[in-house]
Nanobody, 121 residues
Framework: QVQLMESGGGVVQPGGSLRLSCAAS????????VGWYRQGPGKQRESVAT???????NYADSVMGRFTISRDDAKNTVSLQMNRLKPEDTAVYYC???????????????WGQGTQVTVSS
């Protein structure tokens, strides 16, 4: 009974910016590593950025310097600020979280439904 809900996707021109958000709800004790993944047309799903409960971040080479991941544990949210967007950033972006759930108890991996990001002129 844990849900992840993404928001903030949309259509922007190259060079534009978007901010994605993901909110966790349900019965859980804590959120460990959380991150953003994406899958473009005809491509495999790939990791974009992750952040641990200790604040350690990791970025894909293709987005380094342009994207920033952050988390707000008080609100159980994680965000992805995307700047200087390129057409190749077009994809469905998914929120993923490693969560220590309480009902039923256990550590499990959860995925959101995804939000579309389209970068086009």
């Amino acid at each position: 009974q844990v849900q992840l809900m993404e928001s903030g996707g949309g259509v922007v021109q190259p060079g534009g910016s978007l901010r994605l958000s993901c909110a966790a709800s349900g019965s859980f004790f804590s959120i460990k590593t959380v991150g953003w993944y994406r899958q473009g047309p005809g491509k495999q799903r790939e990791s974009v950025a992750t952040i641990t409960s200790e604040g350690i971040t990791n970025y894909a080479d293709s987005v380094m310097g342009r994207f920033t991941i952050s988390r707000d544990d008080a609100k159980n949210t994680v965000s992805l600020q995307m700047n200087r967007l390129k057409p190749e950033d077009t994809a469905v972006y998914y929120c993923n979280a490693d969560i220590l759930a309480t009902r039923p108890p256990g550590r499990r991996d959860y995925w959101g439904q995804g939000t579309q990001v389209t970068v086009s002129s």
